[in-house]
């Protein structure tokens, strides 16, 4: 077997870097095309992982669970609301409430847990603090606290969102402080929680200094007018102009 070599080519500046991935667009010669709203990328989801391992019969693999559970005995309030607000169906957002209360049967998702949610589905790596940095983008109101409403409002546009939806998520990823710009302090420290996560296991093996060499090359494309940060504005139009970051869209279900 090759051994493993420290990956040596530039950072492409896309979203997520590069995790040892190759763009769908490049791959496969296509341009990017927004996912079909399927179970299977749900499925990929580790936090819808996470809430349907406890609706899952013992002994079964939950990857295979069906969301749309035949008999649904929980239903959260203003459920028709929900199902406006979302793009999940009735039974779906029955089956992730389901879930969800018996993980978390105060209604709240606090940062604790999420750290072990993603410790679980990353255990070679160190998930705590994109955990805590994931856990204040859903805390839209910073109350230390998520409801079930505002997680599957957060779920919807990650799995199954406009192009739009997504960019403007992802912005408030990066926008630590949320003063509405991204600074590359910031962006650094996302990228650094993502490598630590998963960055060293990928294949090829990424160099220590990829995660600021990424954001070198991000600023250098959305920063137009060199001022040292990124509005949502420039955040937004380079984005969609750019092959490379819309090709990284599809790599969010990786990591969320």
Known sequence: ?????????????????????????????????????SRQALMRC?????????????????????????????QPEGLDQLQAQTKFTKKELQSLYRGFKNECPTGLVDE???????TQFFPQGDATTYAHFLFNAFDADGNGAIHFEDFVVGLSILLRGTVHEKLKWAFNLYDINKDGYITKEEMLA????????????????????????????????????QDGVVTIEEFLETCQKDENIMSSMQLFENVI
Not at 1 to 7: G, I
Not at 112 to 118: A, G, M, N
Not at 194 to 214: C, F, K, S
């Open 190 to 225: 996302i990228m650094k929680s993502i490598y630590d996560m998963m960055g060293r296991h990928t294949y090829p093996i990424l160099r220590e200094d990829a995660p600021a060499e990424h954001v070198e090359r991000f600023f250098e494309k959305m920063d137009r007018n």
């Open 46 to 74: 580790c936090l819808v992982k996470w809430i349907l391992s406890s609706t899952a019969p013992q002994g079964s693999d939950s990857s295979d669970s069906e969301l749309e559970l035949s008999t649904v005995r929980h």
């Open 112 to 118: 604790d847990t999420f750290k072990l949610i993603y």
């Open 1 to 37: 077997m090759q051994p493993w070599k420290e990956v040596t080519k530039a950072s492409d500046g896309s979203l997520l870097g590069d995790l040892g991935h190759t763009p769908l667009s490049k791959k496969e010669g296509i341009k990017w095309q927004r996912p079909r709203l």
